[in-house]
């Protein structure tokens, strides 16, 4: 059983034989006989601190007998003596709070506020009375169900503080909580307000900035968050408010200041890991991947127990192509976070990253299963669940498993408006990618119809209707939506693509060139000097499209996508052959089981007659993208290069029959021509004798 503190027992028993002296009465020496009874002087400021203080220590004493034995009186004496503490100190929180408490404690919660309110009742100004009603609701707060009993205490504590601060508006303890409660009702802009008021006041006050800076930042106002932090944050040795500045700064996007800021809390508080990991993200946020990856080493080593730690690292390694260590580090992170559903998808991630795409698909159908066996927490878990169906659904395409894909994304479409939206968009690209253009458009129409001012809706129909052809409804559709702001480089953007299907190359150059023009920085237009790029190639002005592919690489040295069409475009031309493969292989270092790249590099070792490589790589992208007919061309070729008539024969009769299923703008009338050709011929040989090398055009 528990026993009431000795320390505690005896303070309270020297307090009980000083109680005279502080009362203003001397205590009567043995065998004296006692002085004539004088009227009590008014007592001091220290006279009354010093009783609240014996009868605080004499109600905690009865509050430990209490909390022992359980009986009820020693509950009794205990408030008795909290509320002659409160009587001589009204201002104590300390005091207020646990008087509160044991009302609380001993399940007269209504006795408590039925007190107050009949002083209040009395003496409506009596902040004190109003401090402590306050405080017992507040102390209620967490005994309550989230239901109405709860919602009804919350109101009642929020018109007591804001009567408080009626008549004290300097209170800061009372903002400060009102602010709070009006948080926790999810009326951030009241939260806010009274925040703003009081750091206006109080600027020195670092609880009132702090919270005011949190808000603003969960908000996603993270300038105005660090112009409040800012200040202070330059003269405190608060590391948590230096700490929430970088924070500010990492939401703004401004790493560089956000890695000081941390740097300087880990200085501040060099024992708080959490100042480390916030350097770690602001790091990881920035690009530094090697830098943020030391960190987060650390962290490892630091707490050896926390999974996230384990997980960043894992993420940086598996974006550097180092997936052995990325898989050693996630597992690791299951050891101490068995189920969690971020390590699930990374763990997809991971295993899409290593080719083990039915892998990554198991693990994530296991993971939606898991979340969707839950149903009393699916409200909770939308987010999961559309994030799950996402990457599940992309997953299925990249196998090509359109049904599949289709069929995740109608579940995904079930969760909301919003996911509805989503699901659509999805839906269109897998409809598209599986050359179902019809079906696409009709699900663009419908998505247009539920959203008519989604210009994103308009511009995937507009992208749907160049690619069928229809170049000038296309753009017609687009030009609508011009707005003569920053916002129309996006749609000059979709009109080049548009321009560049329908092979209406000046209209497509001077879209891209309007594009560039509205860009801000350098860096925004990689996708501007990628289409130029292409456009020039189309029209066999290599020299043009290399320069404009160098501007892009320029931007952004790792872009797969240009890196691939530039090596392939080299290839394809039977020029600087080394350079090309160089180029390739740096796609590929970016997205290693990319179908596109894998052909591009395999036709590059058939330019130069590597058989064996360019096999290797023909056949690993074949598996990838089964139906690209120009993969399948490409493998007929080596088949007849390589004395396999009949191989050759199987793979053109496949690129033919997916060319058949391609849109007219997707349609290149020269390659098909040339593979009948090579059909043909194959078949005449293979009728006619012994096998004879075909010459692939």
């Known amino acids: ?21 502080i009362a203003g009465q001397e205590a009567k020496p043995p065998g004296q006989a006692a002085a004539p009874a004088k009227e009590a002087p008014a007592q001091t400021e220290l006279e009354r601190r010093a009783g609240a203080y014996y009868h605080y220590t004499m109600g905690k004493v009865f509050e430990e007998y209490f909390e022992a034995t359980g009986r009820s009186d020693y509950a009794t004496q205990a408030i008795d003596a909290y509320k002659k503490a409160y009587e001589l100190d009204p201002r104590s929180a300390v005091i207020g709070e646990r008087l509160a408490e044991m009302y609380a404690k001993s399940q007269r919660i209504r006795d408590a506020v039925l007190e107050a309110q009949e002083i209040l009742r009395r003496e409506p100004d009596n902040v004190a009375a109003r401090r402590l009603l306050a405080r017992i609701y507040l102390r209620t707060l967490g005994n309550l169900d989230p239901s109405v009993g709860q919602r009804e205490t919350v109101i009642r504590a929020i018109e007591q503080f804001q009567e408080i601060l009626k008549r004290e508006p300097e209170d800061s303890e009372a903002a400060l909580w009102l602010a709070r409660l009006y948080r926790l009702r999810n009326e951030h802009e009241k939260a806010l307000d009274v925040l703003k008021k009081l750091v206006e006041a109080q600027p020195e006050n670092e609880d009132a900035v702090q919270q005011c800076a949190q808000l603003l930042v969960d908000l996603g106002n993270s300038s105005e968050a660090a112009r409040v932090l800012e200040r202070t944050a330059g003269q405190t040795a608060n590391a948590e408010i230096v700490a929430l500045l970088g924070e500010a700064y990492v939401q703004a996007k401004d790493y560089a200041k956000a890695e000081k800021a941390f740097r300087r809390a880990m200085e501040l508080e060099p ?85 083990r795409f039915e892998d990554a ?92 001012q989604d210009r994103g809706a308009k511009v995937t129909h507009a992208l749907l209707l160049g690619e069928k052809g229809a170049t000038d409804e296309a753009a017609g559709l687009l030009r609508t939506l011009l707005v003569n702001s920053r916002e129309d480089r996006g749609i000059y953007l979709a009109l080049a693509q548009v321009y560049e299907r329908g092979r209406r190359w000046t209209d497509a150059e001077t879209a891209a060139r309007s594009a560039e023009r509205l860009a801000s920085r350098p860096a925004e237009n990689e996708m501007v000097y990628f289409l130029l790029g292409a456009i020039f ?24 996508p240009v890196l691939n069409y530039y090596g392939y475009m080299l290839a394809e031309r039977g020029l600087r052959l080394e350079e090309a493969v160089a180029y390739i292989r740096r796609a590929l270092d970016e997205e290693p089981n990319s179908g596109a790249y ?64 391609a849109s007219s703008t997707e349609l290149e009338a020269e390659k098909v021509s040339a593979t009948e050709a090579k059909l043909r011929s194959a078949k005449q040989q293979r009728a006619s004798g012994p096998k004879r090398e075909v010459k692939p055009k």
């Not at 059983?1 to 002296?21: D, E, F, N, Q, W």
């Not at 990881?284 to 990856?293: D, F, S, V, Y």
């Not at 992170?333 to 290593?354: D, K, S, T, V």
């Not at 990457?391 to 109608?410: K, M, S």
């Open 1 to 21: 059983m528990k026993r009431p503190s000795l320390v505690v027992t005896a303070i309270a028993v020297c307090l009980s034989g000083l109680a005279p002296a």
């Open 271 to 355: 024992r708080d890991p959490g100042y480390r990991r916030g350097l770690a993200r602001a790091l990881q946020a920035a690009g530094k991947q090697k830098e943020a990856l030391e960190e987060y080493l650390k962290l490892i080593e630091i707490e050896p127990d926390e999974s996230e730690s384990y997980l960043r690292a894992a993420q940086i390694y598996r974006q550097q192509n180092e997936l052995d260590e990325a898989e050693d580090l996630l597992a690791k992170a299951r050891e101490h976070a068995p189920g969690n559903l971020e390590l699930i998808y990374n763990e997809a991630m991971l295993y899409e990253a290593q080719g």
């Open 361 to 452: 698909i198991r693990v994530l159908s296991d993971a939606v299963a898991r979340v969707k066996a839950n149903p009393g927490q699916l409200a909770d878990s939308r987010r999961t669940l559309s994030v799950l169906y996402e990457q599940l659904g992309r997953l299925y395409r990249e196998v090509e498993n359109f049904q599949a894909a289709l069929n995740t994304f109608q579940e995904m479409s079930a969760l909301g408006p919003e996911e509805q939206r989503r699901a659509r968009e999805l839906t269109v690209d897998t409809l598209r990618a599986s050359k179902q253009l019809d079906r696409a458009m009709e699900e663009s129409q419908k998505a247009m119809a539920a959203s008519p």
């Open 537 to 560: 190639e189309r029209q066999e002005k290599v020299p043009q499209a290399e320069a404009e592919f160098r501007r892009a690489l320029e931007v952004n040295p790792k872009s797969g």
């Open 598 to 661: 894998l052909d591009s590099l395999g036709w590059a070792y058939f330019k130069m007659n590597r058989m064996v490589e360019a096999e290797e790589y023909l056949r690993r992208a074949a598996e990838r993208s089964a139906s690209d007919p120009e993969i399948r061309d490409h493998l007929g070729d080596l088949y007849a290069k390589t004395d396999r008539l009949d191989e050759a024969i199987a793979q053109w009769e496949r690129a033919l029959a997916e060319w058949k299923r």
